[in-house]
């Protein structure tokens, strides 16, 4: 990543150095974060909570949806993501009785993410706030609370929360079924690694500088990047993309690919890479332009692409897949004259209700 202060005046500038803190901030959870995850993990345990729902929106959400993977891989309990508006808008009272909320929220300052969480502590949930904002509405009516310890975020898109969410997350789920998050302890040198390739994403930003539209697909623990990819890349870049999993991306919007529609695969190293086999196939059949984010034979097979450090498991990859991705959602906004800083109708704190 390049120094901040020598391209002090730069469009970007504040994203890249959001982004070239990522490492640091991973270190800064497993040495810091992690005693106190442990604490409120055993705690939460010890109360056998039935099943997890999640709450969160934008990027957020996406974090969201990565913990549902590990609640429901893991952990093996049923985990979902709420509807708020059933709570904030039709007021209904659903018993959450030895339920565990978790409500991800980079600000803690959404006001329905707050109403709903109250209300979900009034109904007999466990609730717990992650979030980047200790002093946040949202921690201060949620039983617990973890801080994900990113420090300020000043760009408008999120990157450094993310990264962090996910982590925090994950240790969290580790906690719930008493493991060691062992397999965490290498992110943060594998992420630096990844942002240092920062050349290879510029090249591929120039491939893609001119796309009309983007399609992004996985399966498994790639399916949250996915999401989080197409958000980046529509927040900053303006080019519409759609995310989707693999298994429904053959059933029907398959059609809307041809070659001239770039599609990104994130495909993991394990089973969620497996699973997505079939769709690499058939879109490789439909002579897609096909960039991969993953496995590196599987780049070496595709139009383009960006291979990942292999030996990491699965549950963890998703904290290095969306690195290249954000990097290049940085690159091509860059290479359109546009300002990944000062995205159009982005504001940091969403008031939804």
Same mark, same amino acid.
């Not at 504040?14 to 490492?23: G, K, L, S």
């Not at 952990?75 to 007021?91: F, H, N």
């Not at 408008?156 to 996910?166: G, I, N, Q, S």
């Not at 394990?270 to 599987?298: C, S």
């Given at each position: 990543?390049?120094?901040?202060?020598?391209?002090?005046?730069?469009?970007?500038?504040?994203?890249?150095?959001?982004?070239?803190?990522?490492?640091?901030?991973?270190?800064?959870?497993?040495?810091?974060?992690?005693?106190?995850?442990?604490?409120?993990?055993?705690?939460?345990?010890?109360?056998?909570?039935?099943?997890?729902?999640?709450?969160?929106?934008?990027?957020?959400?996406?974090?969201?949806?990565?913990?549902?993977?590990?609640?429901? @891989? #893991?952990? *093996?309990?049923?985990?979902? =993501?709420?509807?708020?508006? %059933?709570? +904030? $808008?039709?007021?209904?009272?659903?018993? &959450?009785?030895?339920?565990?909320?978790?409500?991800?929220?980079?600000?803690?300052?959404?006001?329905?993410?707050?109403?709903?969480?109250?209300?979900?502590?009034?109904?007999?949930?466990?609730?717990?706030?992650?979030?980047?904002?200790?002093?946040?509405?949202?921690?201060?009516?949620?039983?617990?609370?973890?801080? @994900? #310890?990113? *420090?300020?975020?000043?760009? =408008?898109?999120?990157?450094? %929360?993310? +990264? $962090?969410?996910?982590?925090?997350?994950? &240790?969290?789920?580790?906690?719930?079924?008493?493991?060691?998050?062992?397999?965490?302890?290498?992110?943060?040198?594998?992420?630096?690694?990844?942002?240092?390739?920062?050349?290879?994403?510029?090249?591929?930003?120039?491939?893609?500088?001119?796309?009309?539209?983007?399609?992004?697909?996985?399966?498994?623990?790639?399916?949250?990047?996915?999401?989080?990819?197409? =958000?980046?890349?529509?927040? %900053?870049?303006?080019?519409?993309?759609?995310?989707?999993?693999?298994?429904?991306?053959?059933?029907?919007?398959?059609?809307?690919?041809?070659?001239?529609?770039?599609?990104?695969?994130?495909?993991?190293?394990?089973?969620?890479?497996?699973?997505?086999?079939?769709?690499?196939?058939?879109?490789?059949?439909?002579?897609?332009?096909?960039?991969?984010?993953?496995?590196?034979?599987?780049?070496?097979?595709?139009?383009?692409?960006?291979?990942?450090?292999?030996?990491?498991?699965?549950?963890?990859?998703?904290?290095?897949?969306?690195?290249?991705?954000?990097?290049?959602?940085?690159?091509?906004?860059?290479?359109?004259?546009?300002?990944?800083?000062?995205?159009?109708?982005?504001?940091?704190?969403?008031?939804?209700?």
């Amino acid at each position: 990543m390049s120094d901040p202060q020598t391209v002090s005046w730069a469009p970007g500038r504040i994203m890249a150095a959001e982004m070239a803190e990522q490492p640091a901030v991973l270190q800064r959870i497993l040495d810091e974060g992690a005693p106190k995850i442990r604490e409120i993990a055993a705690e939460i345990a010890s109360r056998t909570p039935r099943f997890v729902l999640l709450t969160a929106r934008g990027t957020s959400d996406n974090a969201a949806l990565y913990a549902k993977y590990l609640v429901e @891989v #893991l952990l *093996g309990k049923p985990a979902g =993501l709420t509807s708020m508006s %059933t709570t +904030t $808008a039709y007021g209904a009272k659903p018993d &959450l009785t030895d339920v565990l909320v978790i409500t991800v929220s980079q600000s803690g300052g959404s006001p329905d993410l707050v109403a709903s969480t109250k209300a979900a502590r009034e109904a007999g949930a466990i609730t717990l706030a992650v979030t980047n904002n200790a002093a946040s509405p949202l921690a201060e009516v949620s039983e617990f609370h973890i801080d @994900v #310890l990113a *420090g300020a975020e000043k760009a =408008l898109p999120a990157t450094k %929360t993310y +990264t $962090a969410e996910l982590l925090a997350l994950y &240790l969290l789920v580790e906690g719930l079924r008493g493991g060691d998050g062992a397999a965490a302890k290498v992110l943060p040198g594998l992420a630096a690694g990844v942002l240092g390739r920062q050349a290879e994403v510029k090249a591929l930003a120039e491939r893609y500088r001119f796309a009309q539209r983007l399609v992004l697909t996985s399966r498994g623990y790639g399916y949250p990047t996915a999401r989080e990819a197409a =958000l980046k890349l529509m927040e %900053t870049t303006y080019i519409p993309a759609s995310p989707f999993s693999g298994a429904d991306l053959l059933h029907g919007p398959l059609a809307m690919v041809d070659n001239v529609s770039p599609v990104i695969a994130i495909v993991p190293d394990g089973k969620g890479g497996e699973a997505l086999q079939p769709v690499l196939d058939r879109l490789r059949g439909r002579g897609a332009d096909l960039m991969v984010v993953g496995q590196r034979e599987q780049v070496r097979a595709a139009s383009a692409g960006f291979a990942l450090p292999a030996g990491v498991p699965e549950e963890v990859q998703p904290i290095l897949e969306i690195l290249p991705l954000q990097l290049l959602a940085y690159e091509i906004t860059i290479a359109r004259g546009q300002d990944p800083d000062a995205p159009r109708a982005l504001a940091k704190v969403t008031e939804t209700h």
